[in-house]
């Protein structure tokens, strides 16, 4: 099974963080990507820029209409995500508690809706 | 074939049923990986038997063999299905592929099975509300009808939690094991509070008439038995034990028209010994083991308070002790509360009422009943007469339950005379 986990957390805290705390936590995200990758759970991951630079694009009524920001305004922003395999539920929160944001912020696991291959 | 021979047949897959069905369920979620194909493969498995055991006899070991009957009528009814919906192919072929399962090791794996369907019924990535409507269903067997019944609720709106809960289970993948050993704590804490949650509400009715729904109280302690011979961990057997002990003063704290008696004014000739031994028991097997929780250290309060033969002889400065230790174990408003009616009466009112009036300076616990009810009982005992009476109205305007209301009412009456 596939599983996202979407990392959230209070993105107008990050250029408040002392220089060093930032090297830290990069360090911790390096280490646990080589991890993963290391043990096969690994599938994509990535740090995505802050909210400010977010578009939102919607088609209605046939017309495309793009605004400024994210979708909606929470308190807690996603900030960047990992695409994991994991056997079960069980073991991607077990991998997903391992994620450096998990003790500042929230991560999201979400299974991914898998297609069937068609029968040959 | 004689009819007492069906009768008897009939007898027997009842017995059977009632004794065992919980179990055969849990086998068989476990081969087929799918709730409701187990259960409609454990209907079809005890339909089989009423047919076969009343014509060959009851088989030596009917658990394994309805366990195996259940699974071919499983493969049977995916075959059937498999002919209008093509993905059920696959499936089909993956259980028929599986070797059937070996007699003898099933024994033990049924074992763990019962405990596989109550973590994952108590799985902490469902909602509470589910968590205890799945496992009062699949674990305990209650119907939907009775599970809506027990939480004044209506049986589409269980149904509905239990649908969605078994739909979270399937599409997020989450697994029919017994928690590995770095996330026991975790997890079985997570059970350990539905089966208490399932307690209260059924020992403290959160609203309507009656204080007291014995069946669900009931139903926990066969749920806290059930865990402690299955996974016999310390807070297991302290929740089982605390469970015994409330459960002991069952009779004796309504009267019998209904009104609320509380601890100290309770007849004890009319708690249940038996009960008390036993929770006493559990408590001090709990206690060497070590690893003191919340439970057992709330269980070991309530066997204290059980040793009393009056109420005037309670071991207060023991109660306060174990307060102590449980404000660590578990630093939340309401036990600060408790062991502040615990020091009130080892060293009088006025030094259970700082404790009160400290822990609602700082915001907690305003708009909690039993901290406004508690200020006034201490007020009361001190002659303040004009701050109970406003504490007491302030506790009023919190309850929802006629017994409560009735006996706050009785106590404000009481003051005015003095």
């Not at chain 1, 990050?14 to 911790?28: C, F, G, H, V």
């Not at chain 2, 605390?242 to 004014?265: K, Q, Y």
């Amino acid at each position: 099974m596939k599983y996202l986990c979407l990392i959230y957390s209070d993105e107008s805290q990050w250029p408040k963080l002392p220089q060093a705390e930032t090297e830290t936590m990069l360090k911790e995200y390096g280490a646990f990507g080589e991890s993963i990758k290391a043990s096969g759970h690994w599938v994509a991951g990535h740090r995505l820029h802050p909210t400010s630079s977010a578009s939102t694009v919607r088609i209605r009524n046939g017309k495309l209409s793009t605004t400024d920001g994210p979708f909606a305004e929470t308190k807690e922003q996603l900030g960047g995500f990992y695409m994991i395999e994991a056997k079960d539920l069980n073991e991607a929160i077990q991998i997903g508690s391992r994620i450096p944001g998990a003790k500042h912020g929230s991560i999201e696991v979400r299974p991914v809706w898998e297609v069937p291959a068609p029968v040959a | 074939m004689s009819d007492d021979a069906a009768g008897r047949a009939r007898e027997t897959v009842d017995a059977v049923y009632r004794s065992d069905s919980r179990r055969v369920l849990a086998t068989l979620i476990r081969l087929l990986g799918d709730f409701d194909l187990a259960e409609e493969a454990l209907h079809d498995a005890f339909a089989a038997a009423l047919e076969q055991w009343s014509r060959d006899g009851v088989p030596a070991k009917p658990r394994a063999w309805l366990v195996s009957t259940g699974r071919f009528k499983a493969i049977d009814a995916i075959r059937r299905r498999a002919r209008f919906d093509g993905s059920l192919t696959e499936i089909a072929e993956r259980l028929e592929s599986t070797p059937p399962p070996d007699p003898a090791a099933l024994a033990e794996d049924i074992v763990d099975d019962r405990l596989r369907l109550i973590f994952l019924c108590c799985h902490p990535a469902l909602p509470p509300d589910a968590q205890v409507a799945l496992t009062l269903r699949e674990v305990c067997g209650l119907t939907t009808e009775e599970i809506a019944h027990a939480f004044f609720t209506r049986p589409p709106t269980i149904a509905q939690r239990i649908v969605r809960a078994k739909t979270k289970i399937r599409e997020a993948a989450i697994p029919y094991e017994i928690p590995e050993r770095s996330a026991l704590p975790e997890r079985l804490g997570s059970v350990l509070h539905v089966v208490y949650l399932v307690f209260n509400e059924g020992y403290h009715a959160s609203s309507g008439e009656t204080l007291v729904r014995s069946d669900l109280s009931g139903e926990a302690i066969r749920l806290g038995r059930l865990l402690v011979e299955l996974l016999p961990e310390p807070e297991a057997m302290g929740l089982l034990g605390l469970m015994l002990l409330h459960e002991s003063r069952r009779a004796a704290r309504t009267s019998p028209a209904g009104e609320l008696i509380l601890l100290a004014d309770q007849d004890r000739s009319l708690w249940r010994r038996e009960q008390i031994a036993e929770g006493s028991a559990l408590v001090e097997r709990a206690l060497t083991m070590r690893r003191l929780g919340p439970y057992t250290l709330q269980a070991a309060i309530a066997a204290v308070h059980a040793e009393a033969p009056a109420a005037a002889s309670t071991d207060w400065a023991q109660i306060v002790a174990l307060y102590d230790i449980l404000v660590r174990a578990d630093p939340a408003p309401v036990v600060e509360l408790n062991r502040a009616a615990a020091v009130a009466m080892r060293d009088g009112p006025l030094a259970g009422l700082t404790i009160i009036d400290a822990i609602l300076a700082r915001g907690d616990l305003g708009d909690y009943l039993h901290a406004h009810s508690a200020r006034a009982d201490l007020c009361r005992r001190l002659g303040r007469v004009a701050e109970a009476r406003a504490s007491y109205q302030r506790a009023l305007s919190l309850t929802r339950q006629q017994p409560e209301r009735r006996f706050l009412e009785r106590r404000l009456r009481e003051i005015d005379q003095m």
